[in-house]
Nanobody, 124 residues
Framework: QVQLNESGGGLVEAGGSLGLSCVASARTSSINSMGWFRQASGKDLEFVAV????????FYAESVQGRFTISRDNAKNILYLQMNDLQPEDTAVYYC?????????????????WGQGTQVTISS
């Protein structure tokens, strides 16, 4: 079973930046699209961004469009999320996830492998 491990969370002031990383323990044919989700305290899990295996297709939630950038290095089995102009409403636990889907998907039920999450806190 492939494992995903996120890192890079922390505390920053509003307007600041953070970069998250997600390392997959192995490359398998069961991982194609990879994405980021987040869950704020007391709220439902929310889709953030997704990228296809080749990187040719990406999709972002409207709330992060233009501020967040998803990327991946398949040679190293790493998924990234660069977050700029962070705001207090971005505070959440961020999870990376992997799906078998070749076409990027925002549906949580399409993802079969999840990381443990990393906390991102933005102070106002």
């Amino acid at each position: 079973q492939v494992q995903l491990n996120e890192s890079g969370g922390g505390l920053v002031e509003a307007g600041g930046s953070l970069g998250l990383s997600c390392v997959a323990s192995a490359r398998t044919s069961s991982i194609n699209s990879m994405g980021w989700f987040r869950q704020a305290s007391g709220k439902d899990l929310e889709f953030v961004a997704v990228m296809s295996y080749t990187g040719a297709s990406t999709f972002y939630a409207e709330s992060v469009q233009g501020r967040f950038t998803i990327s991946r290095d398949n040679a190293k089995n790493i998924l990234y999320l660069q977050m700029n102009d962070l705001q207090p409403e971005d505070t959440a636990v961020y999870y990376c996830a992997a799906a078998k889907n070749l076409i990027p998907t925002a549906r949580r039920q399409d993802y079969h492998v999840w990381g443990q999450g990393t906390q991102v806190t933005i102070s106002s």
